[in-house]
């Protein structure tokens, strides 16, 4: 079983002492998505859990425990998002030296093959232009040489609760910048990848990949899963299946683009009542919840032990 960590939520950031107990304690609690009153039952254990994928804006409070992660057994890595952006658009994160410093804290504790980076989402606007984001990126790829060994992009989506606060680039606009940031990351030694963009440019050197990758964490567990497509994520995503244990509107970041927050006061008052010792991320069951089990067996590839 792989577990993702959470694309709902920033769990590194603001809910570490949470995850950490609930590892210790075995399980986790997960409210279905779009039925708050369904739970699904997590059951973790070494010999269960294959890998789990940190999705975070900022690690840094996380730093302290991943020796404790260790400990239990587990393995892990991180996508950490780091963009060019300020608090005109990422409202509430640490300024972009300290994110910067995170980041590279975070690939000396575990090497850069466990810490991707992704310069995800791309908008451009008024403020923001495809050269800014060009000069920017270089800017970045140079403070993150020797801590990372690849970058994952992608374009900024325009979902209905964000209405006219962003907009999305025509195809064109996407190739243009898209092939300038290929350009910009191999002066860098960097490969970079697009995640789930619509378009297909891996004759010009933008290969498509996954975040949750077959090959990263086989390279981590030491030996072959059997693990299929996510059958939740868009077609042309290639993320393997795995379970999310996270819950939408609880990340404060205040990102203008964020898909996983349709309600920042909603996201404030449940971390504001967050309980680090709760089942769930965001408190305890009242008893009328129905609660089914989402525990997943192994991946690992057990007749590949026989040869």
């Not at 260790?70 to 998002?81: E, L, P, V």
């Not at 910067?100 to 093959?113: H, I, N, Q, S, Y």
């Not at 769930?280 to 007749?303: A, C, F, N, V, W």
Request: with cysteine; aromatic share 10%; charged share 25%.
């Amino acid at each position: 079983m792989i577990i993702s960590a959470s694309r709902r939520t920033d769990i590194p950031a603001f809910y570490s002492e949470w995850f950490l107990r609930r590892l210790a304690e075995g399980q986790f609690l997960v409210p279905h998505p779009r039925t708050p009153n369904r739970l699904g039952q997590v059951k973790v254990s070494p010999d269960n859990l294959d890998c789990i994928m940190f999705w975070t804006k900022n690690a840094g409070p996380m730093l302290d425990r991943l020796k404790d992660i260790d400990h239990m057994g587990y393995r892990y890595y991180f996508s950490f998002t780091v963009t060019a952006y300020g608090q005109e658009v990422e409202k509430n994160l640490p300024p972009k030296g300290e994110i910067v410093d995170t980041f590279r804290k975070l690939a000396d504790l575990l090497g850069p093959e466990r810490v991707d980076w992704r310069f995800d989402p791309i908008m451009v606007d008024s403020l923001h232009s495809s050269d800014w984001h060009l000069e920017m990126f270089g800017r970045l790829c140079r403070k993150f040489s020797g801590y990372t060994n690849r970058c994952l992009m992608n374009f900024v989506k325009s979902y209905r609760h964000l209405g006219s606060k962003v907009r999305e680039m025509d195809d064109a606009a996407v190739q243009e910048l898209a092939l300038g940031l290929v350009k910009v990351a191999a002066e860098h030694g960097l490969p970079i990848s697009n995640c789930t963009e619509r378009l297909n440019l891996e004759a010009e050197g933008l290969n498509f990949s996954a975040c949750i990758d077959r090959q990263k964490i086989e390279n981590l567990i030491g030996g072959p899963i059997k693990a299929k497509k996510d059958p939740g994520q868009p077609s042309i995503c290639r993320c393997l299946e795995s379970v999310d244990i996270g819950v939408y509107d609880s990340c404060v970041h205040g990102c203008l683009y964020c898909y996983a927050v349709t309600n920042q006061n909603r996201a404030r008052r449940r971390l504001a009542a967050h309980d680090a010792n709760a089942p769930m991320l965001t408190g305890y069951p009242d008893g009328s919840e129905i609660i089914s089990d989402r525990t997943r067996p192994t991946l690992k590839d057990s007749q590949s032990k026989l040869f």
